[in-house]
């Protein structure tokens, strides 16, 4: 009940596409949903969050699409860059559990120039 | 220049040694948090400490000890007794729900 189950492993998007990450979660007390960016020998780095009250959520190319009753999430990446070239991780956490984060098992994007 | 910073950014372990990976923030988070992470894999906690004094087990604290007797410091000590300790160690501290990372420290074994 605490995995979140994240799909693709590993993604190839040209440059200008759009990327699609998903994620799915077990519990229902989860109430806090990051995306986590992080280049390799790096610290993962905040993208974007979401709480489930919310269907949506946008900055900049990066969109969160959220599912509460299919419990799911999902980070889209419009115009994907080059730049972009990185491991995505979703994650879930609870406020009644100090926030632990429950990550999902990150996918390997490559955008192709 | 506020952050986290963890260090040595690598470091070596020898069989039966015991090692310890520093962790220090200048946010005023009361929370910190150690991450394990394999290759190919996400984060696994290893420890948490919501306030000073004070600090919980995660996942995977087998083999791991913690201290937190500042605020600004959580100290992960690596043991003998963990016996597959090569991972990419990651610290993190909190205010509220999001979590900010450090650069991680590699841990490999001679």
């Known amino acids: 009940q605490q995995q979140v189950k994240q799909s693709p492993q590993s993604l190839i998007v040209q440059k200008g596409g759009i990327s699609i990450i998903n994620c799915a979660y077990e519990?229902?007390?989860?109430?806090?949903f990051p995306w986590y960016q992080q280049f390799p020998g790096k610290g993962p780095a905040l993208l974007i969050a979401i709480r489930p009250d919310v269907s949506e959520k946008k900055e900049g190319r990066f969109t969160i699409s959220f599912n509460k009753s299919a419990k799911q999430f999902s980070l889209h990446i419009m115009d994907s860059q080059p730049g972009d070239s990185a491991t995505y991780f979703c994650?879930?956490?609870?406020?009644?559990?100090?926030?632990?984060?429950?990550f999902g098992s990150g996918t390997r994007l490559l955008v192709r120039p | 220049d506020g952050g986290i910073t963890q260090s040595p950014k690598y470091l070596f372990r020898k069989e039966g040694q015991n090692v310890t990976l520093s962790c220090e923030q200048n946010l005023n988070h009361d929370a910190m948090y150690w991450y394990r992470q394999d290759p190919g894999q996400g984060l696994r906690l290893i420890y948490y400490?919501?306030?000073?004094?004070?600090?919980q087990k995660g996942d995977i604290a087998e083999g791991y000890s913690v201290s937190r007797e500042k605020k600004e410091s959580f100290p992960l000590t690596v043991t003998s007794a963990q016996k597959n300790p090569t991972a990419f160690y990651l610290c993190?501290?909190?205010?509220?729900?999001?979590?900010?990372f450090g650069p991680g420290t590699r841990l490999l074994v001679l």
């Open positions: 400490s919501q306030i000073v004094n004070d600090f």
């Open positions: 994650a879930a956490s609870r406020m009644d559990s100090s926030y632990k984060l429950i």
């Open positions: 993190a501290s909190a205010s509220g729900e999001t979590q900010y």
């Open positions: 519990n229902t007390a989860f109430d806090y």
